[in-house]
């Protein structure tokens, strides 16, 4: 069976725009992650053109972060990324300026914020599944980080819960460059469509 054109997959009534992780403890200005956040720095702008575009389309938007009570209540483990997070000069608690999302994103009225206190996906305890199928959505575009952990559980548990998933390349993150590169020829390229910002903006703007 033939796809559906990226037109008609990215149809505003039925598509949600999801960024994963644009926090300043993440991205941002107070990250413990300095590679990361070059690199999302460096995709921030093309994620808040798609966000202005998505809003004035009417295009669902959610912002997916990572949160971590100061006494690791709720919070895994069990992974090597946990422990480094936690040790964060600026750890993503509750109401902190490390767990807001960058300024350069402002959220707005109409978005939503879910925020997470387990694992390292955004459908992973939390209601995002939810909020997604109570609002008939169908396609997920997924923009943030990172294309090394968050982004391919982004993409796999959408695939896995029968969304469509489409990823502007330009407006996700991760490093070094050639395995981002990797993990779209390899991975992300056989379970969503990879598309550049521009494509997705010119078919928002002829919907």
Same mark, same amino acid.
């Given at each position: 069976m033939a796809l559906p054109s990226l037109a008609d997959r990215?149809?505003?009534?039925?598509?949600?725009?999801?960024?994963?992780?644009?926090? +300043?403890?993440?991205?941002g200005d107070l990250s413990a992650l300095p590679d990361l956040a070059a690199a999302g720095q460096k995709v921030l702008p093309n994620i808040v053109r798609l966000l202005q575009a998505a809003r004035?389309?009417?295009?669902?938007?959610?912002?997916?972060?990572?949160?971590? +009570?100061?006494?690791?209540?709720?919070?895994?483990?069990?992974?090597?990324?946990?422990?480094?997070?936690?040790?964060s000069p600026n750890p993503l608690h509750p109401g902190t300026p490390a767990a807001q999302i960058v300024p350069e994103i402002e959220v707005a009225p109409t978005d939503l914020v879910l925020p997470r206190l387990h694992g390292l996906s955004p459908f992973h305890g939390t209601e995002l599944d939810f909020v997604l199928r109570n609002r008939g959505i169908e396609t997920l575009v997924g923009v943030g980080v990172s294309v090394n952990v968050a982004i391919i559980n982004l @993409?796999?548990?959408?695939?896995?819960?029968a969304y469509q998933v489409v990823i502007p390349r330009?407006?996700?993150?991760?490093?070094?460059?050639?395995?981002?590169?990797?993990?779209?020829?390899?991975?992300?390229? @056989?379970?969503?469509?990879?598309?550049a910002t521009e494509d997705l903006l010119s078919a928002w703007k002829s919907a």
């Open positions: 990215v149809d505003p009534k039925t598509t949600a725009l999801v960024t994963q992780e644009m926090q +300043r403890g993440v991205v004035a389309n009417g295009v669902m938007v959610i912002h997916c972060t990572a949160e971590r +009570r100061p006494d690791g209540l709720g919070a895994n483990h069990n992974a090597r990324i946990f422990q480094y997070m936690a040790k @993409a796999l548990d959408a695939v896995n819960s330009d407006a996700v993150a991760g490093f070094p460059d050639d395995y981002v590169e990797a993990v779209f020829a390899h991975t992300l390229d @056989a379970v969503s469509t990879l598309v």
